[in-house]
């Protein structure tokens, strides 16, 4: 008797579960984080869903971020800024398109696997990762702008760069006191700071660097020179390092 009950449950579930999905036409757009996951649960097949029920929560945004996240980010018209969806999650503080793809996934995720969404949980965390980037970032402006008045328009400086071919990153470092590099592709070079150009609202605080002395490369390959002797090299501060904006070189003085 008692398995009997079981079945008829199982099916009456099935039937409810059908109807809601008949509510999901290819023109719907969710209005909250419940139709959101109820939705994918209707549209994504019983294989798609058992895959990603079994994929270990923190690798879910990895490896779902650019399938399954971009579908909702963009078929969701979450982008526009204007959507029931996206107003929602902005009412609750979340504006951001890529995190409200993520609460969503980890959501329907946490749903699969019978656990609590935790979706209140989920917002108070972004929530407080924002507020405490937003006061490093602070902390990281009054240190530049301390940092940047140490230096002095005819100051001489002495600076080096790396070349991290892993990465095929080309970070140069200034320092009114060098330190020795240990990187086996450094260069030491001197000059002398002919502007302090201000603040930019985009690269931060920045001075300009006329290269008087440039060493001879050691096993630096040709491609990997930044400048020359001669050059004027604009530089701007972050977390009291100065990196040059490689791209801003003044050959103008030549």
């Not at 200034?174 to 001197?190: I, M, T, V, W």
């Amino acid at each position: 008797m008692k398995k009997n009950l079981l079945i008829i449950l199982y099916f009456l579930n099935l039937s409810c579960k059908d109807d809601q999905c008949q509510n999901y036409n290819n023109d719907f757009l969710p209005k909250n984080i419940i139709e959101s996951i109820d939705y994918l649960e209707c549209k994504l097949n019983s294989s798609e869903l058992e895959s990603f029920k079994n994929t270990p929560e923190e690798d879910i945004i990895g490896k779902y971020h650019f399938t399954l996240g971009k579908y909702i980010r963009n078929e969701w018209e979450i982008w526009n800024g204007d959507t029931k969806l996206f107003v929602y999650f902005k009412e609750k503080g979340v504006s951001n398109p890529d995190k409200i793809s993520s609460i969503i996934l980890t959501s329907l995720h946490r749903k699969l696997n019978k656990k609590n969404i935790g979706f209140q949980e989920q917002i108070s965390d972004y929530l407080n990762l924002i507020e405490k980037s937003k006061v490093e970032f602070e902390n990281s402006r009054l240190n530049s702008e301390e940092y940047y008045a140490t230096f002095k328009v005819g100051d001489s400086v002495e600076f080096g760069f790396e070349v991290d071919y892993n990465n095929d990153k080309k970070i140069v470092i200034l320092k009114k006191n060098y330190s020795e590099y240990h990187h086996p592709y450094s260069c030491k070079a001197k000059g002398i700071i002919v502007n302090k150009d201000g603040l930019d609202t985009i690269f931060g605080y920045k001075i300009s660097v006329s290269v008087h002395e440039f060493c001879n490369y050691l096993n630096l390959k040709n491609e990997d020179k930044l400048f020359n002797k001669g050059d004027t090299i604009k530089f701007y501060i972050e977390r009291q390092n100065l990196k040059a904006i490689t791209n801003h070189v003044d050959n103008s003085n030549k």
